[in-house]
């Protein structure tokens, strides 16, 4: 079984509507975070939580919320919804170590906003 | 602010043949560098790390020194195969141990038997 997963892998919507995406982990890390990929700017961080009390901005944030409902679980939200939206999304996860954290990533949600 | 900058691509190889990437950085303090791999329809793994100056990091046949006086971190290869077509990340690690990384653009490699 996968250690990282997001739901759902694939999601086609409107502008205006609200959306979540789902990350979900069973690697025991701490430390989770959330990347948009788009062609030819390789990831961006968007969020990124140490802990279920301790939520972070990335650089991106703008038009994006997110919930770290447990140490296994950290959800991604767009409240409404805009074309330019339409990215890749990634979440990974990492446990911290001295000398750089390697991150684990789940397998992308590909989001269309039309 | 720090940053990281690859070659751009893609890069074409046929098979066996050897591999650069570039990847240049700036960065405030002491970095970790990485190397990650995204094959087709799948999310990103580490390739490699290196931790300190002088480090090289290597898997799977590939190699990526920590050049600190040219701040540089190329990924190179010997001999690659078709299996190895992938986008390749190269990233530092933000200082102050937060665990953020910064990734480059990405640099889609083909190789063709």
């Known amino acids: 079984d996968a250690d990282v997963t997001q739901t759902p892998r694939n999601r086609i919507t409107k502008t205006g509507k609200r959306i979540m995406l789902e990350c979900s982990q069973t690697?025991?890390?701490?430390?989770m975070y959330w990347y948009r990929q788009d062609p030819g700017l390789g990831l961006r961080l968007i969020y990124y939580?140490?802990?279920?009390?301790?939520?972070n901005k990335g650089e991106i944030s703008d038009g994006y919320s997110v919930s770290r409902q447990a140490q296994a679980k950290f959800s991604l939200s767009l409240e409404s919804a805009i074309p330019n939206q339409t990215a890749l999304y990634f979440c990974?996860?990492?446990?911290?170590?001295?000398?750089?954290?390697?991150?684990?990533f789940g397998p992308g949600t590909r989001l269309t906003v039309l | 602010g720090n940053s990281v900058t690859q070659m751009e691509g893609p890069v074409t190889l046929s098979e066996e043949a050897f591999l650069t990437i570039n990847c240049t950085y700036t960065?405030?303090?002491?970095?970790?560098l990485f190397w990650y791999v995204q094959y087709p329809g799948e999310g990103l793994q580490l390739l490699l790390k290196?931790?300190?100056?002088?480090d090289k990091g290597s898997n799977k046949g590939f190699e990526a020194t920590y050049r600190k006086e040219t701040t540089s971190f190329h990924l190179e290869k010997g001999s690659v195969q078709v299996s190895d077509s992938a986008v390749y990340f190269c990233?530092?690690?933000?200082?102050?141990?937060?665990?953020?990384?910064?990734f480059g653009q990405g640099t889609t490699l083909q190789v063709k038997p």
């Open positions: 960065a405030t303090g002491y970095p970790s």
């Open positions: 690697k025991g890390h701490d430390r």
């Open positions: 990974a996860t990492s446990k911290e170590l001295a000398g750089g954290d390697t991150q684990y």
């Open positions: 939580s140490f802990d279920v009390k301790d939520i």
């Open positions: 990233a530092l690690s933000s200082s102050g141990n937060t665990g953020k990384l910064i």
């Open positions: 290196a931790t300190k100056a002088d």
